[in-house]
């Protein structure tokens, strides 16, 4: 059973930067394609990034150029570096595995203006 646990959130000003974790228990190794989704207060949640086995990623339109998705498969952890925050990227951010869709717990990233 895959458990994923996200870090790295915070507060933050605009144009500022983060980068989130989440960090895998169990070997992710044959269900590889990993997404970052995020949920601001009031509204659905919504994919922000996907990378997959094969390391080719998707963007949402609104986070291309200033996001960037990566992994480390030696540490079982996917990354969500995050430049030119704006306070429209307030969220709680969740990372999915794509095979097993099991979620993680979340992390909130709030940016200030």
């Known amino acids: 059973q895959v458990q994923l646990v996200e870090s790295g959130g915070g507060l933050v000003q605009a144009g500022g930067s983060l980068r989130l974790s989440c960090a895998a228990s169990?070997?992710?190794?044959?269900?590889?394609?990993m997404a970052w989704f995020r949920q601001a207060p009031g509204k659905q949640r919504e994919l922000v990034a996907q990378?997959?086995?094969?390391?080719?990623?998707n963007y949402a339109d609104s986070v291309k150029g200033r996001f960037t998705i990566s992994r480390d498969n030696a540490k079982n952890t996917v990354y969500l570096q995050m430049n030119s925050l704006k306070p429209e990227d307030t969220a709680v951010y969740y990372c999915?595995?794509?095979?097993?869709?099991?979620w993680g717990q979340g992390t909130q990233v709030t940016v200030s203006s």
């Open positions: 169990g070997s992710i190794f044959s269900t590889p394609d």
């Open positions: 990378i997959f086995r094969s390391s080719w990623t």
């Open positions: 999915r595995n794509l095979g097993t869709l099991v």
